[in-house]
């Protein structure tokens, strides 16, 4: 510290410590000083100033007392408040000259952070997303998908088939596509109460549990034993189209490897006791895609595995999976890559998970229009085969 300067007020009486400080060499360095308030000598009457009030409440107690009695001690005083910077400029070269104080270079202010929401606005800066989305906005003036306004889904009649092109395959598909998606819901939609998911869903629905738990235990079934054989299906069929297998020896090589093919054997239907709903989806694939050369290749392994076992059909998982394949790649609307990469995510499984939740919501209500009670399991349906007694002896 090389200055000191002190800026006292109207009123009280500090500012004398300050003189005998300076008086008895307490304070060895220049001090600037000035005490505001010297216009209350105009006045008759006392006057206060500022917001706390400050006032003389005697004569040793005026900004021009206190001015004198510093100037006097040895302060630097000016002769108005206007000359206060003046006379600071004017001690601080003194000091410079006579080697007191020697200047350094300034250093420039930091710079201001411009104001986050201003820079947002500008385009300068972009806050990290907590997750990104590509299908679906709600924040205009009404919601769109895949930039298409909800307005014009329903004007246009796009339909369940082509909400479903727009939000998982982010483009609208040719009618003949939705169509075929729309079919695929329908036809997956139920296929009884005696397959395990439904039975799920009707007991948990018996047990007093709400639609959406009811639901989920129906749901949680699927898998390559229960209408998840889609997207294995695909793959199964794929890899030996695409390596150029015949169909007799995809067959073999499944047999030797000891695996099953996927969409391929039907518990309940044969050659004898047909599918209608692949009947329906293959001849419609037929007739409205482009180019369906999985189905041809599944129907020549049909052929080979049904002279084994005439319940080894080609069932509607396959159907609807290879159906699906050939509509991705003959279409004209995806890539390669984008095909392959649609069958790799689950969406093939996805349309028997939204399909099938049809039929689980279906037999929920019907529980509970029915009012049935919790269900037991007949003892005369089970197969106890506990240990005898002495053999646990």
């Given at each position: ?21 300076i ?29 706390a ?5 005697a ?47 300034e ?22 997303a ?77 047990a ?62 044969s ?30 392994v049909e ?7 005439p ?28 095909a ?11 349309l ?10 279906g ?16 003892w005369?349906?089970?197969s ?10």
């Amino acid at each position: 510290v090389g200055m000191l300067v002190l800026l006292g007020e109207v009123g009280g009486t500090e500012e004398y410590q300050v003189c005998e400080a300076i008086k008895s060499g307490v304070f060895t360095k220049p001090i600037v000083a000035w005490c505001i308030g010297i216009c209350a000598d105009m006045f008759a009457t006392d006057v206060q100033f500022g917001h706390a009030g400050a006032s003389a409440g005697a004569s040793e107690e005026t900004a021009s007392a206190k001015n004198k009695a510093l100037a006097e001690a040895g302060a630097e005083v000016p002769t108005s408040f206007d000359e206060l910077g003046d006379k600071i400029g004017e001690v601080y070269r003194k000091l410079v000259m006579d080697g007191t104080i020697v200047p350094k270079a300034e250093l420039p202010p930091p710079p201001v952070p411009m104001d986050y929401n201003w820079a947002r606005e500008l385009g300068l800066i972009r806050k990290p997303a907590s997750f990104m989305t590509s299908i679906c906005d709600e924040r205009g003036q009404e919601l769109l998908y895949a930039g298409i306004p909800i307005t014009e889904v329903f004007k246009q009649d796009m339909g369940i088939g082509g909400v479903l092109s727009l939000l998982w395959f982010q483009r609208r598909l040719p009618p003949y596509a939705c169509k075929f998606l729309e079919m695929c819901l329908m036809i997956t939609a139920d296929h009884g109460p005696a397959v395990s998911g439904a039975h799920n869903t009707i007991v948990c629905a018996r047990a007093g549990k709400d639609l959406v738990s009811s639901l989920v235990s129906g749901l949680l079934n699927i898998g390559d034993r229960f209408g998840g054989a889609l997207d294995g299906a695909a793959a199964q069929f794929t890899d030996a189209f695409d390596s150029g297998l015949s169909a007799n020896d995809f067959v073999n090589k499944a047999k030797k490897e000891g695996i099953l093919i996927m969409g391929i054997g039907h518990r309940v239907k044969s050659l004898n006791n047909p599918d209608m709903r692949v009947v329906v989806i293959s001849e419609y694939a037929k007739e409205h895609f482009p180019s369906t050369p999985l189905l041809d290749y599944a129907r020549e392994v049909e052929q080979i595995t049904t002279k084994k076992k005439p319940n080894l059909i080609f069932n509607v998982d396959g159907c609807i999976a290879l159906c699906f394949v050939d509509l991705l790649r003959h279409s004209g609307f995806f890539t390669k890559d984008e095909a392959e990469n649609i069958i790799k995510t689950g969406s093939l499984n996805g349309l028997f998970v939204l399909g099938r939740s049809i039929g689980f919501i279906g037999h929920f209500l019907d529980q509970k229009r029915l009012n049935q009670g919790l269900y037991r399991h007949p003892w005369d349906d089970i197969s106890y085969v506990l240990p005898e007694l002495n053999q646990c002896q």
